[in-house]
């Protein structure tokens, strides 16, 4: 194969920080190579030199055999090379095809541009397979239809090269898979791919190369053919990661038990009809295609929306009108599922998002008055029982990273001996060792008899830590399955909504 | 080029912004000076003599630093939590209208009829914002608009007032209301000037207002939930009563400002006795970054340019009105400091 694009001893250094030490990478043509690593690894300041927003403090770029100038942001995109951010850059209110044109082309530019422009831009959605309607607006768009306006944006202007940043980061699963479909088909008509990104499936699944950076070094390339996940995660992180295991244990009395429950949003139903028991010592998993009513179970389980019909009771009361601070109250802790938006106050200390649930508790305060140094050491006491690492009582949170800001979320709601627990996506975005780290409590914790409902969209995760499992759909509950009974086949019926013929029959 | 977020922002920054803003706007004001045929050092100097140069300069320039402390202190409490108050003149007229007309037939010996009084001007501010506060919380209704649109209805009303039933028959037909018992003066603090008690009174309630915000719970809560809303009602923390709260305190304050306005140096109320009080409290609280220790500095400085341009005005010629520019230039160039301070430039 002849390289496409090469980077060839790339060193980059922030202060004393050397986030990429002799990096060599190449590229074939029609590729799809897998750039491997956790976060904070050097993969994204490695894309930064490529694409010019980084100058390299050694090293050279070449695309197509000719070495681009350091430090010059429109001498990537010219040479060919499009960048999928994970967080995209379209503006919501203009249309597709004015994203498009944004940036390359004059908005103001006569209706024969535009129709040119329109006319280009189909062509290339015809080509590569990627449907979209030039008029609709961004805004209107799903988040799998607005990454492809992005794709498409990167290709209009001609790339031949083309890197996606954590490109399923914010896709469910079967976007996913249709993405990684697409992606091959794109390599056939000629494309060369890079996608960044920690997660083994994904990679395992969609690349023929596999390159793992770990501190800022490439440390090891593999045919995909060649590897597996265990050797790949081991490469990720160093050592040997092994996510901990469930044992099986007697489970308890039901502890948060909702009934007939109905949630609606607007009017519209968001939950229909629910009904579930959580039992001491146990994790109930709810599995589903995200948008399906997960957003509203763990909203009524965080205490922010009270059911419209039914009862959700924790241990005898009835919590449904409670709001979060009476949730809080009852012996529930949750794990929100953006930790970013509803996890943690980014610019507050640790220790003020340590105590932020329970401020007014006599722990914490008295008539009044925030007992700081209490707080305070407080925090310390959950940062080390956590390995809430890079931390202190003082830090801002939103310098720790995503798995360290969980473990504070997880055990500000852990510490106190909850007896219930939602977990919604509670590693979502985080490495591997964090995910081993986040599954390690929440074992122990149902080892302590909690209750602890799960909101997973990662089916592995679902299986290996769940007791039962129930699917949602369209805002109803499948009966449960226990986990032991459930394969991936199974689970993927109950998650197409098969259940409901067979409810009775089981 | 572009802008990335600083991971913490050192401690010199945040007391070199505001001072390399304030010097910016000098600058530029600077230009104006000299385009009105003065030269700018001139101009400066004579600000600087009118409002520092003499021990009754400086008196004349605190008393009118002190409503400007405690109105900046009710837009620094208002704007953390993101609660717009742009009410802040309304709010020091109906303080001050509700002290003078109690204030003139209130039968309370003087210690305590003027504690009494400012209370009832802090009541009257707090209600006066409560009403805006419950529209946005029940309707989701612009609180920039009904508190910048109140502060014109009040002024009126207090026009109303002093032409009508507080009109005081011994002002000799200038448009003003009763004075407030002479019993109910606030003491001057120094003698023979017109600096009044009223200025420790500021003081003490900027300490109160810093203490409040960094070390109770309702201060944390109010921070939460300006910095990131939907996470502190995660958290179990009432948006609602946070917000109420919020504008009580800033409503307060500002009608304390009115309060004392009157009580140390009006007596009555007229509709000039502000001149824009209310709204260069805003101006104080972004030079201060909204710190109620700042707010006192930055209350002073902006007292200094309005008394200063005074002076300077009577020995240039150069209109008064530049001090209006040089406040507003101000809080522009604060604006793209505080963007400094919180982003550096990466390239």
């Known amino acids: ?506 | 080029m572009r802008l990335e977020r600083r991971a913490h922002v050192p401690l010199y920054l945040v007391v070199v912004a505001p001072l390399a803003a304030v010097a910016v706007a000098l600058i530029l004001a600077g230009a104006l000076i000299a385009a009105a045929g003065v030269s700018p050092a001139t101009a400066y100097a004579e600000m600087l003599r009118g409002a520092l140069g003499s021990r009754l300069s400086v008196t004349e320039m605190l008393t009118r630093a002190t409503p400007l402390i405690l109105t900046g202190l009710a837009a620094a409490v208002a704007f953390r939590a993101r609660l717009w108050n742009i009410g802040g003149e309304g709010q020091f007229f109906v303080g001050a209208l509700v002290t003078a007309w109690v204030g003139h037939s209130l039968a309370l010996p003087g210690p305590v009829g003027i504690p009494v009084l400012m209370a009832l001007g802090m009541a009257s501010g707090a209600l006066l914002l409560a009403g805006p506060a419950y529209l946005r919380l029940r309707f989701s209704v612009d609180e920039v608009v009904t508190t910048l649109l109140l502060n014109f209805i009040v002024i009126l009303f207090v026009g109303l007032m002093i032409e009508g039933p507080l009109r005081d028959p011994l002002a000799f037909g200038w448009p003003s209301s009763v004075p407030v018992d002479g019993d109910f003066r606030l003491p001057d603090l120094v003698a023979r000037t017109r600096l009044h008690i009223g200025f420790l009174v500021a003081i003490v309630a900027a300490g109160a207002v810093w203490l409040i915000l960094a070390r109770t719970v309702f201060g944390a809560e109010t921070r939460a939930a300006g910095l990131n809303a939907s996470a502190a009602a995660f958290a179990g923390i009432s948006l609602p009563r946070t917000l109420m709260g919020v504008a009580l305190l800033s409503g307060a304050l500002a009608g304390l400002a009115g309060s004392v306005e009157v009580l140390g140096v009006t007596a009555g109320v007229t509709t000039t006795m502000s001149p824009g009080f209310g709204y260069a409290g805003i101006v104080v609280a972004m030079l201060a970054a909204l710190h109620p220790a700042g707010v006192v500095a930055a209350a002073i400085f902006v007292a200094t340019v309005f008394v200063g341009a005074d002076a300077m005005s009577r020995a240039t010629g150069v209109p008064s009105f530049i001090a209006d520019v040089i406040v507003a230039l101000c809080l522009l160039t604060m604006l793209v400091a505080l963007l400094f301070t919180t982003y550096r430039v990466r390239r």
């Open chain 1, 1 to 506: 194969m002849t390289p496409v694009l090469e980077l060839q001893d790339i060193t980059k250094r922030f202060g004393t920080l050397t986030a990429n030490d002799d990096v060599t990478l190449t590229l074939g043509q029609g590729e799809i190579l897998a750039l491997l690593g956790e976060n904070g690894a050097g993969k994204t300041t490695l894309m930064n030199i490529l694409f010019g927003h980084y100058a390299a403090d050694e090293g050279t770029v070449r695309v197509f055999g000719k070495e681009l100038p350091s430090g010059k942001p429109r001498a990537a995109i010219e040479a060919g090379v499009g960048m999928v951010h994970q967080h995209f850059t379209l503006a919501g209110n203009l249309t597709v095809l004015e994203n498009v044109m944004l940036g390359s082309e004059s908005l103001l530019s006569p209706s024969s541009a535009r129709a040119a422009a329109r006319k280009k831009l189909m062509q290339i959605s015809d080509r590569f397979g990627l449907p979209v309607t030039p008029e609709a607006r961004i805004a209107e768009l799903s988040v799998g239809e607005r990454q492809r306006v992005e794709i498409l944006k990167a290709l209009y202007r001609d790339a031949r090269i083309l890197i996606l940043d954590e490109p399923t980061a914010v896709l469910a699963r079967p976007e996913a898979q249709r993405l990684f479909e697409t992606l091959r088909d794109m390599t056939r008509e000629g494309l060369s791919l890079i996608f960044i990104s920690h997660k083994l499936h994904e990679v395992m699944a969609a690349s023929d190369r596999v390159a793992v950076l770990r501190g800022g070094r490439m440390v090891a390339e593999r045919k995909t053919a060649d590897t597996s996940p265990e050797e790949l995660a081991e490469l990720m992180v160093g050592r040997k990661v092994e996510r901990p295991v469930r044992q099986g244990h007697e489970i308890g009395a039901p502890v948060l038990i909702a009934e007939k429950v109905r949630v609606e949003e607007k009017g519209e139903a968001r939950l229909d009809d629910v009904s579930f028991a959580v039992h001491e010592g146990e994790i109930l998993g709810i599995v589903g295609v995200s948008g399906n009513g997960q957003a509203a179970l763990g909203g009524l389980l965080s205490g922010l929306t009270t059911p419209v019909s039914g009862a959700l009771t924790l241990a005898g009361q009835d919590v449904g009108p409670l709001g979060p601070r009476g949730m809080i109250r009852a012996g529930a802790g949750r794990v929100p599922e953006d930790r970013h938006a509803e996890g943690a106050v980014g610019e507050l200390a640790v220790w003020e998002n340590a105590v932020l649930e329970r401020l007014r508790s006599p722990d914490f305060s008295r008539r009044g008055f925030v007992r700081q140094a209490a707080c305070k050491s407080y925090a310390a006491e959950l940062i080390a029982r956590f390995d809430i690492r890079g931390a202190t009582p003082d830090t801002r949170t939103r310098l720790l990273s995503g798995g360290n800001m969980q473990k504070l979320i997880l055990g500000r709601c852990l510490s106190i001996g909850p007896r219930f627990v939602l977990a919604n996506q509670p590693t979502r975005g985080l490495d591997e060792g964090a995910i081993a780290a986040v599954h390690a409590e929440l074992l122990a914790a149902r080892a302590e008899g909690a209750a602890i409902l799960l909101i997973s969209e990662e089916l592995e995760e679902a299986v290996a830590l769940s007791d039962r499992i129930q699917a949602i759909v369209k805002g109803r509950l499948s009966q449960p399955v226990p986990a032991h009974d459930a394969d991936a086949r199974k689970l993927g019926l109950m998650m197409a909504g098969v259940w409901k013929e067979d409810d009775h029959a089981a």
